[in-house]
Structure formats: C-alpha cells, structure tokens
C-alpha cells in the first residue's frame, strides 16, 4: 500500500536541466520529510537534498547547492527537484526517501544521466 515512485528522470546535455517528482501515497505524507538521493556507478549512495515536513527547511550537498532546488506539495503529496547547470557528475539514479520517527520509505529510482 505504501509507494513511492520517482520520475522525470533522462538524458540531457551539460548544463541542461531536468525536474524530478516523487509521488507519495499510503502514508501521512505531511508529517514525513523527505530527500533525495543519488547513487553514481562505482561510488556510494549520497544526500542530495533534504525538506522537512513542513517545507520550511531544507538543506543541500555542497556539489548540487546554488543549481538544485528541493520542494514538496503536502496537497498533492509530491517531491520536487529541480536541476539546472547539470553536470556530468551528476549522473547517478536519484532515489525518494521519506523518513518519520525512524520509518524509512524508499523509491526504485529514476536514471538522469548528463552527456553530450
């Protein structure tokens, strides 16, 4: 019952952009906040970004700060990312995360690969 689906995921040219959503459903989705994540071939899964549940906070990693954008609609139960100035290094799958008092919900996962 609960799902957590990304998309907007694709290829695009360096200094392109792409927006991702992640669509939440079997759970109170306004009291979780929620991340996104990314996981690079042959590197370790990192924070993108992070919203609290209120989206009055949010915090980002030094490599994506001034280019992505984080949000959420509690009304539509969704999570934003936008990304401008892509690069290749950002290449990864970006992965939703909502976490609550320790319950963590994960996406599968949506492919953005960056190149010319």
């Known amino acids: 019952q609960v799902h957590v689906v990304e998309s907007g995921g694709g290829l695009v040219q360096p200094g392109g952009s792409l927006r991702l959503s992640c669509a939440a459903s079997?759970?109170?989705?306004?009291?979780?906040?929620m991340s996104w994540y990314r996981q690079a071939p042959g590197k370790e899964r990192e924070l993108v970004a992070s919203?609290?549940?209120?989206?009055?906070?949010?915090n980002y990693a030094d490599s994506v700060k001034g280019r992505f954008t984080i949000s959420r609609g509690n009304v539509k139960n969704t999570m934003y990312l936008q990304m401008n100035s892509l690069k290749p290094e950002d290449t990864a799958v970006y992965y939703c995360?909502?976490?609550?008092?320790?319950?963590?919900?994960w996406g599968q996962g949506t492919q953005v690969t960056v190149s010319s």
């Open positions: 995360n909502a976490r609550h008092r320790g319950t963590n919900y």
């Open positions: 079997g759970f109170t989705f306004s009291v979780y906040a």
């Open positions: 919203i609290n549940s209120t989206a009055d906070s949010s």
